[in-house]
């Protein structure tokens, strides 16, 4: 490699009588100096995603992935409603719906820590609710932990068990992480 050639180098110069590799001690020393900015010349560093393009959840795995161009970027373990078998009928049946959706608005100041809105009922929810005579329900938010939870030992109770009426809970510290990489309009796949 290229950039490994002034190593080389000084290692011939320690084969040297001792007069001579005091000065090689000292080239060394200003060479460490002159390349500490090169260091992992051979690899660039990996590109920062600031934005994801999509999320896909798998009710059945309890998982959220956040991606970017295709490729998992993040991925949160979450949980959903009492009721998480099926798509989301109607209001109070406590299901997440399944399908495609959009993100489409934030509320900083909810009763979870931070929620992103969910476009859940879509004009096919709506259409089937009309055709039924029900409400479809809304609502449906991608949210942290309730605000009064401020116990450790309740918060690992809730973490470990579906507790919503229909909506995608995560842990407060990976709701900030996903409030900072999903920006409003971002599309939501979920899958049974």
């Not at 934030?106 to 409400?135: E, G, L, Q, T, V």
């Not at 116990?151 to 510290?173: L, Q």
Request: overall charge positive.
């Amino acid at each position: 490699m290229r950039c490994c050639r002034p190593f080389t180098r000084f290692a011939q110069a320690l084969r040297q009588p001792p007069r001579q590799r005091h000065g090689a001690a000292v080239a060394l020393a200003a060479l460490l100096v002159l390349t500490a900015p090169l260091a992992g010349c051979a690899s660039k560093p990996e590109p920062t995603v600031r934005f994801v393009d999509s999320v896909l959840v798998r009710k059945g795995d309890r998982t959220l992935q956040l991606l970017h161009d295709g490729d998992v970027h993040r991925e949160y373990k979450i949980a959903l409603g009492d009721s998480p078998v099926g798509h989301k009928f109607e209001e109070g049946d406590e299901r997440t719906p399944e399908g495609d959706y959009v993100l489409n608005w934030r509320n900083p100041n909810s009763n979870f820590h931070k929620s992103i809105h969910i476009s859940y009922p879509n004009a096919r929810d709506r259409a089937f609710a009309r055709a039924m005579d029900i409400n479809p329900g809304g609502m449906i938010m991608i949210h942290g932990r309730p605000n009064w939870l401020t116990s450790p030992a309740v918060a690992r109770e809730y973490d470990g068990r579906d507790w919503t009426d229909g909506c995608i809970a995560v842990k407060n510290h990976e709701m900030d992480e996903i409030w900072r990489l999903v920006r409003d309009g971002t599309p939501i796949r979920i899958l049974p």
